[in-house]
C-alpha cells in the first residue's frame, strides 16, 4: 500500500522569510508522480508543484521548490520569500494521472507579517 | 488551462431528498474523474474514480447505491447523493486529470452539501 506522511500538523514562517515543508513517503512503484497542492481558506485545492520520480533534478516553480531525496522516499517543499497569500493548508500527495492519489494528512502554514 | 467547474458550490437539502453535483473540465478532455469527500480539518477521502463511458470504481466502504457516479462524457461527471441523510453533510470535490497529460490532477472548488 502506499502511504503519504505529514509529520507536522502546523508551522509558520515570517513573511519574506523561507520555510521547508516535509513529507515523507512509501510506495513499491518504481515509476510514481509527487505533488503539493495548496488548499487556502476557499477550500479550492491548487496545484503547487509536481515531480516525476524517474527525474533526478528536483522541480522548481517561481518561489517555491522541492527537495526529492527517492532513496530516503523524501519530498519536502521550500517557499522562498513568504508571502501573506502562501498561508493555507499544504497536501503531500502520491500517484497522479489515471491513477487515484494518496495524500497526507495536510499541514497548516501561518504566515506572520 | 486545466479548469474544472463544480455546480452547484453549495446546497442544502431536506433529509430523504436526493442532491446532484456536477463536475466539469472545462477547457480540456478528463480521461479520469475522482471524486472525494473532506471533513472539517482533514484530508480529502477518495469515494471513487470515473471513467469515461465506464462504471465507477468505489473506494471500500463507500456505498455505490448511495453515492451514484455517472461519468458520460469526457467533459462531465455527476455525484448524485440519494436519500441524503445529516452524516453525509460535507464538502466534497472533484478532481480531473487531463486526456493529454494524465500524470496531474486538477481540482474543482468543491461544493458543500448540508442535509437538514
Known amino acids: 500500500a502506499q502511504t503519504v506522511t505529514q509529520s507536522q500538523p502546523e508551522m509558520s514562517v515570517q513573511e519574506a522569510e523561507t520555510v521547508t515543508l516535509s513529507c515523507t513517503y512509501d510506495?513499491?512503484?518504481?515509476?510514481?508522480?509527487l505533488f503539493w497542492y495548496k488548499q487556502p481558506p476557499s477550500r479550492q485545492m491548487i496545484l503547487v508543484i509536481r515531480q516525476e520520480a524517474y527525474k533526478q533534478q528536483n522541480a522548481t516553480e517561481n518561489r517555491f521548490s522541492v527537495n526529492f531525496q527517492k532513496a530516503a522516499k523524501s519530498f519536502s517543499l521550500k517557499i522562498s520569500d513568504s508571502q501573506l497569500g502562501d498561508a493555507a493548508m499544504y497536501f503531500c500527495a502520491l500517484g497522479g494521472g489515471s491513477e487515484k492519489l494518496v495524500f497526507g494528512k495536510g499541514m497548516k502554514l501561518t504566515v506572520n507579517p | 488551462g486545466a479548469v474544472v467547474s463544480q455546480h452547484p458550490s453549495w446546497v442544502i437539502c431536506k433529509s430523504g431528498t436526493s442532491v446532484k453535483i456536477e463536475c466539469r473540465s472545462l477547457d480540456f478532455q478528463a480521461t479520469t474523474m475522482f471524486w472525494y469527500r473532506q471533513f472539517p480539518k482533514q484530508s480529502l477521502m477518495l469515494m471513487a474514480t470515473?471513467?469515461?463511458?465506464?462504471?465507477?470504481?468505489?473506494e471500500q466502504g463507500v456505498e455505490k447505491d448511495k453515492f451514484l457516479i455517472n461519468h458520460a462524457s469526457l467533459t462531465l461527471s455527476t455525484l448524485t447523493v440519494t436519500s441524503a441523510h445529516p452524516e453525509d453533510s460535507s464538502f466534497y470535490i472533484c478532481?480531473?486529470?487531463?486526456?493529454?497529460?494524465?500524470?496531474?490532477?486538477?481540482f474543482g472548488p468543491g461544493t458543500r452539501l448540508t442535509v437538514l
Open positions: 510506495t513499491s512503484e518504481s515509476d510514481y508522480y
Open positions: 478532481s480531473a486529470s487531463d486526456r493529454g497529460k494524465t500524470d496531474t490532477q486538477y
Open positions: 470515473s471513467n469515461e463511458g465506464s462504471k465507477a470504481t468505489y
